[in-house]
């Protein structure tokens, strides 16, 4: 079966600019995560769904970072007015939800803001 | 102090070497624990659980100290396909947000 599936999979922009970043999750996981990865630094968390609500975005570093998981399905994580230190690869994950039931990765996507 | 704090590293190892990695975490309501494995450039993946009574996976023991906060990750016999970055995990008790160390590198040398 199709693992967690994120596109583009490089994403070069302009500082300023809007960018998407869009996650297919596995199949039938409820749950969904994003996190940010910056070189030599473990994942970050940003924003946590569960079905089609955000349950927490209490990770998000401020207004022009936003998440939609309209379906409940696929996730879009939405940036404005990109600056430099958005540069980083941005991994988004799926579980089927409870404590110990394990999250899979996508293989991200490396954002680079120029 | 971090939530989750690992050992800096890198590890440098010979093959069939023992490793062992630490981990500390500073909420002490954290109730599920876990090792990823990320090779470079690739997605962290799910190593192994970790439980209260301690857990092995072939040559991977992994043990939690909850009284100390404290978790550890060894190695037996080490490969050269071990060579990867061991990121320690935490999710706190109800919760879904999984807390992320920096990682610790590991190197096996042949």
């Known amino acids: 079966g199709a693992g967690v599936s994120q596109t583009p999979s490089n994403k070069v922009t302009e500082k300023g600019k809007y960018v998407e970043l869009r996650c297919d999750p596995i199949s039938g996981h409820t749950a969904l995560y994003w996190y940010r990865q910056s070189l030599g630094q473990g994942p970050e968390f940003l924003i946590y769904?569960?079905?089609?609500?955000?349950?927490?975005d209490s990770g998000l570093p401020n207004d022009r970072f936003f998440a939609v998981r309209p379906e409940g399905s696929v996730s879009t994580l939405k940036i404005q007015r990109t600056e430099r230190g958005d540069s980083a690869v941005y991994l988004c994950a799926s579980s089927r939800g409870g404590d110990n039931t394990e999250a899979f990765f996508g293989q991200g996507t490396r954002l680079t803001v120029v | 102090r971090k939530e989750v704090e690992q050992d800096p590293g890198p590890f440098n190892v010979p093959e069939g070497a023992t490793v062992a990695f630490n981990c500390t975490y500073s909420?002490?309501?954290?109730?599920?624990f876990f090792w990823y494995r990320q090779d470079c450039r690739k997605e962290p993946k799910l190593l192994m659980s970790v439980y209260s009574s301690g857990n092995e996976d072939g040559r991977f023991t992994a043990q939690l100290n909850r009284a100390s906060q404290y978790i550890s990750l060894l190695i037996r016999d080490s490969k050269l396909s071990d060579s990867a970055t061991y990121l320690c995990?935490?999710?706190?008790?109800?919760?879904?947000?999984?807390?992320f160390g920096k990682g610790t590198k590991l190197s096996v040398i042949p």
């Open positions: 769904f569960q079905g089609t609500g955000a349950a927490d």
């Open positions: 995990v935490v999710k706190g008790a109800g919760s879904y947000q999984l807390t």
């Open positions: 909420n002490s309501a954290s109730q599920s």
